[in-house]
C-alpha cells in the first residue's frame, strides 16, 4: 500500500475526539479490527502498523506472554522516538530515557526513595496534601452537609493535578509546593506546563519545523533555566544534609538518593571522594523533572476516572465506604487524624486497592514501546492449535497494548465490568482470579514505572479522605453549557 496504514490511523482519529489519548488506539483496534482483517474472527496477538513516514512503524502486542519476552525475560531499550519527546525537558539524562550502566546505577539510587518502606515513612506528609485536597472539595460542594444539593460545576483534573504536583515535590525534594492552595499556578507549575506544551509542539505534524525555530528553542532553554533555578537550591539543600548522612534517613527521594550514592561508595572500599558536582546535580534535576512530568497527569487522570468508576458503580462505592468504616471508624472527618497515628491501616483496605487496580485496569494511561533488534522475533503459542507461531519484529517497535490486554476476555472474565472483588479473589479457581501477568498499568520487568508504590498510595488517600464525605458525578450537559 502506497500509504500503509495511515488511514487507519486517520480512521481513528476521526472516529474520536481531536485531542484523544493515543492508548485508546489499543481497545479501537479490537472493535474495528473486521473493518481491516479480512476472514478473522478476533484480533491477532501482533499488530502490525506501517506508519511511515508520519510516525515509526509498530507492532502493537496483545499477548501478555509476548509482552513479558521484550519487558522481562529480555528488556529492549526504550523506543528512540519516545526518548527523544522527553528530551527538551530533561535532555535525555533521566531513568526514562538512558540505557545500560548508566540507567543501571541511577534506577538503582532512585529505588529506595520509591520504595514502599519509606513511601509508609512520608505517609503523613501525604496526609496533609490530600486533606488540602479533600477540603477543596469541600469548598465546592457547598459545604452544606447535604447530599441532596450540588455544588458548581467544576474541573476535577485540575484539582487532582496540583494535588499529585504537590505530592511529588514533598516526596522527591521535600518540597512544600503548596500549590493547592495558590489562587493561581505557581512558578513551578506554570513553567512545567509551558515545557509540555512545547514538547507537544515539536512532536505534532509541525513539529519537524518547529525544532529548528529559535524562537521555540530559546523558550525551551528559558524554561529550563527556571525551573532549575527552583530545583537546583533543593538538591543542594538535601546534598548538605544527606552527604555522609547514613544515622538518619532521607525525608526525600532525592535525600535517599544522595546517601545511597555515598555509601555505595564508601562500601565497596574505594576512599577516594565522589564527584558531586555540576555533572551529578545536573543528572538528578533532570530526573526530577521527568518525575515531574511522568507522575502529575498520570494520577490527576486515575484520580478522575476512579469516581467516573464508583459513580457508574453504587454497590462498588457502598461497599467502599463500609471498609473505611470498618477499618477507621465510622466518623469520617476523623479519618485522616486515625492515619497520622497508624499509617500502616492504609495497607489494610483490600476492597480499596481492589478499586484502584480495577481503575486502572479499565484505563491504563501508558504503555511502552521498545527499540527491536535484528533478528528479534515473539513466540506466542496459538489458543487454537497449540503450536508456536513466530511473529517478527524487524522494522517495527513492539508496543504494549496496555488497554486491549486489560479488557481481553481471554485473561479477564467480564472484561467490560467493574468489578473491584476480583482483586479479593485467593484462588486460582475462581473464575474471577486476576492475570497478574495481564495487568500492566505500570508496564513490567525492570523498567517498570518507579512511582507505582508513591501512586497507589496517593489514591489510596484519595480514596479515604473523599469517598465518605463527597458525592463526585460527571457534569458533561452542564459543562457543555457552560461552555
Known amino acids: 500500500m502506497l500509504f500503509g496504514h495511515i488511514p487507519i490511523?486517520?480512521?481513528?482519529?476521526?472516529?474520536?475526539?481531536?485531542?484523544?489519548?493515543?492508548?485508546?488506539?489499543?481497545?479501537?483496534?479490537?472493535?474495528?479490527?473486521?473493518?481491516?482483517?479480512?476472514?478473522?474472527?478476533?484480533?491477532?496477538?501482533?499488530?502490525?502498523?506501517?506508519?511511515?513516514?508520519?510516525?515509526?512503524?509498530?507492532?502493537?502486542?496483545?499477548?501478555?506472554?509476548?509482552?513479558?519476552?521484550?519487558?522481562?525475560?529480555?528488556?529492549?531499550?526504550?523506543?528512540?522516538?519516545?526518548?527523544?519527546?522527553?528530551?527538551?525537558?530533561?535532555?535525555?539524562?533521566?531513568?526514562?530515557?538512558?540505557?545500560?550502566?548508566?540507567?543501571?546505577?541511577?534506577?538503582?539510587?532512585?529505588?529506595?526513595?520509591?520504595?514502599?518502606?519509606?513511601?509508609?515513612?512520608?505517609?503523613?506528609?501525604?496526609?496533609?496534601?490530600?486533606?488540602?485536597?479533600?477540603?477543596?472539595?469541600?469548598?465546592?460542594?457547598g459545604n452544606t452537609g447535604d447530599r441532596r444539593t450540588w455544588g458548581p460545576v467544576f474541573q476535577l483534573r485540575e484539582k487532582a493535578a496540583d494535588l499529585t504536583l504537590d505530592v511529588i515535590c514533598r516526596v522527591t525534594l521535600d518540597m512544600k509546593l503548596q500549590q493547592q492552595s495558590c489562587p493561581s499556578n505557581t512558578l513551578l507549575k506554570a513553567t512545567l506546563t509551558d515545557q509540555v506544551r512545547f514538547m507537544n509542539l515539536l512532536n505534532d505534524s509541525g513539529g519537524l519545523i518547529r525544532r529548528y525555530m529559535p524562537w521555540h528553542q530559546a523558550m525551551i532553554a528559558k524554561n529550563n533555566r527556571v525551573l532549575g533555578s527552583i530545583i537546583r537550591p533543593l538538591i543542594?539543600?538535601?546534598?548538605?544534609?544527606?552527604?555522609?548522612?547514613?544515622?538518619?534517613?532521607?525525608?526525600?527521594?532525592?535525600?535517599a538518593a544522595i546517601q545511597h550514592t555515598h555509601a555505595t561508595h564508601h562500601s565497596k572500599g574505594d576512599k577516594s571522594s565522589i564527584d558531586y558536582g555540576e555533572d551529578f546535580v545536573d543528572v538528578i534535576t533532570s530526573n526530577v523533572k521527568a518525575f515531574f512530568f511522568a507522575g502529575e497527569d498520570t494520577t490527576a487522570s486515575t484520580i478522575c476516572f476512579m469516581f467516573k468508576c464508583l459513580q457508574d458503580s453504587p454497590d462498588a462505592l457502598a461497599r467502599l465506604r463500609a471498609e473505611h468504616d470498618e477499618i477507621l471508624g465510622d466518623v469520617p472527618s476523623e479519618a485522616a487524624s486515625i492515619l497520622r497515628q497508624n499509617p500502616h491501616l492504609l495497607y489494610n483496605l483490600p476492597y480499596t486497592l481492589g478499586v484502584i487496580k480495577e481503575t486502572l485496569r479499565l484505563y491504563p494511561l501508558a504503555s511502552?514501546?521498545?527499540?527491536?533488534?535484528?533478528?528479534?522475533?515473539?513466540?506466542?503459542?496459538?489458543?487454537?492449535?497449540?503450536?508456536?507461531?513466530?511473529?517478527?519484529?524487524?522494522?517495527?517497535?513492539?508496543?504494549v497494548a496496555a488497554a486491549g490486554v486489560h479488557q481481553n476476555p481471554k485473561y479477564w472474565p467480564r472484561p467490560s465490568e467493574f468489578l473491584p472483588e476480583r482483586w479479593l479473589k485467593a484462588e486460582q479457581c475462581d473464575p474471577?482470579?486476576?492475570?497478574?501477568?495481564?495487568?500492566?498499568?505500570?508496564?513490567?520487568?525492570?523498567?517498570?514505572?518507579?512511582?507505582?508504590?508513591?501512586?497507589?498510595?496517593?489514591?489510596?488517600?484519595?480514596?479515604?479522605l473523599v469517598s465518605r464525605s463527597l458525592d463526585i458525578k460527571e457534569a458533561w450537559k452542564e459543562w457543555d453549557q457552560m461552555n
Open 236 to 255: 543542594d539543600r538535601l546534598m548538605r544534609a544527606n552527604v555522609g548522612n547514613p544515622a538518619e534517613e532521607a525525608n526525600s527521594v532525592i535525600g
Open 368 to 399: 511502552t514501546a521498545r527499540q527491536s533488534p535484528l533478528g528479534f522475533d515473539l513466540r506466542i503459542v496459538d489458543d487454537a492449535t497449540g503450536r508456536e507461531q513466530y511473529y517478527p519484529l524487524e522494522g517495527f517497535a513492539p508496543w
Open 432 to 464: 474471577l482470579y486476576p492475570c497478574k501477568e495481564a495487568w500492566i498499568p505500570f508496564s513490567s520487568g525492570p523498567r517498570n514505572c518507579i512511582g507505582m508504590e508513591l501512586a497507589l498510595a496517593q489514591l489510596r488517600f484519595v480514596c479515604v
Open 9 to 141: 490511523l486517520i480512521d481513528f482519529k476521526r472516529s474520536n475526539p481531536h485531542d484523544v489519548n493515543i492508548i485508546v488506539l489499543h481497545t479501537w483496534l479490537t472493535t474495528n479490527f473486521a473493518k481491516y482483517f479480512d476472514g478473522v474472527s478476533q484480533l491477532p496477538p501482533v499488530v502490525y502498523l506501517d506508519l511511515r513516514p508520519v510516525a515509526p512503524s509498530f507492532a502493537l502486542v496483545y499477548d501478555a506472554s509476548a509482552i513479558i519476552q521484550f519487558t522481562q525475560s529480555r528488556s529492549l531499550p526504550k523506543l528512540h522516538e519516545l526518548t527523544e519527546y522527553i528530551r527538551p525537558l530533561t535532555f535525555g539524562r533521566n531513568i526514562v530515557s538512558t540505557e545500560g550502566q548508566e540507567w543501571k546505577t541511577w534506577r538503582a539510587r532512585f529505588t529506595r526513595g520509591f520504595s514502599s518502606r519509606n513511601i509508609i515513612r512520608l505517609l503523613p506528609g501525604l496526609i496533609d496534601d490530600v486533606q488540602v485536597f479533600a477540603d477543596n472539595l469541600t469548598v465546592m460542594a
